[in-house]
């Protein structure tokens, strides 16, 4: 679909400086680029065209017939025109640019392509391509419109994740005079179109028939498309291609992974069956002819098993009845028959097979007689006379060889006398009759028994040396490691118990705490309870001064009464002053006498007086018993001793007791 411009040439095949012809183009505008035949119809041996090749991907490819030209090296404007048209940075034989100010957006002829450098006429073969050049976008030219390609320098356009089996794309900045013709000529190339969905928002959406498809259109995001010949805005736009989520393709990517799935199982059951074991063929039904071939059947040994299972069929279907139980018995007998045919042929197994266990026992006792000459080699090696003339190493492989081969030759033996085991076991009463052979296998036996313990004797005082030599190096080892080990066991011993003194002290000290909290918790239930007993004692004494107040609020309204009972009550006063004082009076005791002195102390020192928490804290240093209600009630009932002011302002209102007690003796 796009060509691929390459940033380097290879050498010109002349030589600019002996040629002065003029350069020669195909008109005054430069060369011709018009439509294929099959756009605009126009003959294509009037005027040099633009060949229409559609490669695989259908796409198209731009390219120009050969134009014969010179370049004049004497005129280097000319060499900058040809270089322009390029589309390279004008640039001398020698490597200098002609033109430093060139910018090769503005060199560009409009309505005009540049010339491509594959033109036979310059004789200019491009170099090889190197693998890591990435593609240039190119111009493309269509019948109504133009793309423009995006800066090479930008990053790609960002696009969204691909849903699965996309087929549909998002087509953004199209121009607003932009038709479904447009847009069907420009995304056709890409591949089929099954349809389009445009909207009055100057986006689209369009459909193709295959997904690779959405990728070629995806290669048009970014590209600048111009309308014609026109620069209005509305007739310009710059694409913006990203995928789609459709309805239609995700239920065909779904269609087609469900398709998929169902072959693989398809594929799998065929699978299976081809390892599945066949099953057996189906059983005749029972008939005279079918039973007189199953009778011929179980008379031959190849065809017993597949006669035998039909005969055992039959049975079990119950084809038995009084017509047909002659054949089936007669089928049975040959079955019996069949009997001594299997006992003939076992007893002739049982006699190979004591053939081969004679032989067995021959070759193994023949193996056996070659161990032990080869034992008494290593042994007769070992000896003082041969051994001292071994290096180190050939006396370490001969003891390894040497212990091989007793154990090979011990496992042999053990097998040997396993089979004679079996043998005298199974020996009959006609054997074990006969005295005579089973003296003489019991004297052999005992012989290679003694000849065994004997090398085993031998194998095991020599293994004895080397352990005595091995358990001496081991006790040197393990005394320096004693004495290493007793050092770290004192060490950790020692550390341990200073841990245990450690925490046997803090176990004391939380004991002795925790007794300190309960004698606490003790002190404060005591003082709770005296609390408690003072808050009813206030209590009552309250209600006793309200009563109090009520019954002189009535001697008070009382006031027109005759003068006889206030005379009476007069005297009766006098006559009993202390009595009525000591009634009357709101300090009861001598202790509230003390404390109201003090209290009168402290506050006459703070004339601007104190909360009742200050003074609180002033009693307790003097007496720890004493609380902030009982001293808050005591003060209370002397009104004219203390009063309560409220004093601050906002956030720092407090209130305060002073001491008016000489206000109080005026106003008595």
């Not at 498309?225 to 990517?253: C, M, N, P």
């Not at 005279?288 to 039909?310: N, R, W, Y």
């Not at 090979?408 to 040997?416: S, V």
């Not at 305060?656 to 206000?663: I, V």
């Amino acid at each position: 679909m796009f060509l691929v411009q390459y940033a380097g040439l290879n050498h010109l095949s002349f030589d600019p400086a002996s040629n002065n012809k003029s350069v020669q183009f195909g008109s005054a505008a430069g060369p011709q680029v018009l439509e294929s035949p099959a756009e605009n119809g126009s003959d294509p041996g009037k005027k040099r065209k633009r060949a229409n090749v559609t490669p695989a991907d259908g796409g198209r490819k731009l390219s120009l017939d050969s134009i014969p030209m010179g370049l004049p090296m004497s005129d280097p404007t000319a060499w900058a025109t040809a270089m322009n048209n390029l589309g390279m940075a004008p640039m001398g034989m020698t490597g200098q640019p002609l033109l430093p100010d060139f910018d090769p957006a503005l060199g560009m002829m409009t309505g005009i392509p540049p010339i491509n450098p594959m033109m036979p006429g310059l004789g200019i073969v491009p170099p090889p391509i190197p693998p890591d050049m990435p593609a240039v976008k190119e111009i493309i030219h269509c019948k109504s419109c133009t793309l423009f390609p995006p800066n090479p320098h930008l990053p790609p356009p960002a696009t969204r994740e691909r849903p699965p089996g996309c087929k549909t794309v998002f087509v953004g900045g199209l121009p607003e005079n932009g038709t479904e013709q447009i847009i069907m000529e420009v995304f056709e190339q890409c591949g089929e179109v099954i349809a389009i969905r445009k909207s009055k928002k100057n986006f689209c959406h369009i459909r193709f028939a295959e997904e690779f498809m959405v990728d070629k259109a995806l290669y048009l995001s970014g590209y600048r498309i111009r309308l014609g010949s026109s620069t209005d805005k509305k007739d310009t736009g710059r694409l913006h291609v990203d995928f789609a989520q459709a309805r239609d393709d995700l239920y065909e990517w779904e269609c087609k992974q469900r398709m998929l799935a169902r072959e693989e199982r398809h594929r799998r059951r065929l699978e299976e069956e081809r390892f599945r074991p066949p099953s057996p063929p189906p059983v005749v039904h029972y008939s005279d002819h079918e039973c007189s071939v199953v009778a011929e059947k179980l008379k031959d040994d190849t065809k017993f098993l597949e006669a035998i299972q039909t005969l055992l069929t039959w049975i079990e279907r119950g084809e038995v009845n009084r017509r047909t139980a002659n054949n089936f018995y007669s089928m049975i007998q040959s079955a019996n028959s069949h009997i001594r045919r299997l006992v003939n042929e076992k007893a002739a197994h049982e006699k190979e097979m004591e053939e081969a266990k004679e032989k067995f026992k021959l070759a193994l006792s023949g193996i056996l007689v070659q161990f032990e000459q080869i034992v008494a080699v290593y042994h007769s090696a070992s000896k003082q006379k041969a051994w001292d003339h071994f290096t180190k190493a050939q006396r370490k492989n001969i003891s390894v060889w040497c212990k091989q081969a007793e154990e090979i030759r011990n496992i042999h033996n053990d097998e040997l006398m396993g089979i004679r085991r079996e043998e005298e076991m199974e020996m009959s009463d006609e054997e074990i009759e006969d005295p005579s052979e089973m003296k003489e296998t019991e004297e052999s036996a005992l012989v290679s028994q003694v000849e065994a313990l004997k090398e085993e004797n031998d194998s095991l005082r020599w293994q004895l040396d080397a352990y005595r030599n091995e358990v001496e190096l081991l006790k040197q080892e393990q005394g320096k490691a004693s004495r290493d080990e007793d050092t770290t066991k004192e060490q950790q011993m020692k550390l341990l118990q200073q841990a245990l003194q450690g925490m046997q002290k803090h176990l004391l000290k939380v004991q002795d705490e925790y007794k300190k909290r309960e004698a606490e918790l003790e002190k404060v239930r005591e003082d709770k309870l005296k609390i408690e007993t003072l808050l009813e004692n206030l209590k009552e004494q309250q209600s006793i001064a309200d009563e109090e107040d009520k019954e002189r609020d009535a001697t008070d309204c009382q006031g027109n009464e005759s003068s006889t009972s206030r005379v009476c009550a007069c005297s009766q006063e006098k006559e009993c002053p202390v009595e009525k004082s000591l009634s009357n009076s709101p300090v009861k005791s001598e202790r509230e006498v003390l404390l109201v002195g003090i209290i009168s102390t402290f506050l006459h020192v703070h004339p601007f007086g104190a909360s009742i928490e200050y003074i609180c804290s002033y009693l307790q240093r003097l007496d720890s018993k004493i609380c902030t209600a009982e001293v808050e009630v005591l003060m209370t009932r002397l009104q004219n001793t203390f009063r309560q002011e409220l004093s601050g302002v906002g956030a720092s209102l407090e209130k305060r007791w002073k001491f008016c007690g000489f206000d109080g003796l005026k106003m008595t």
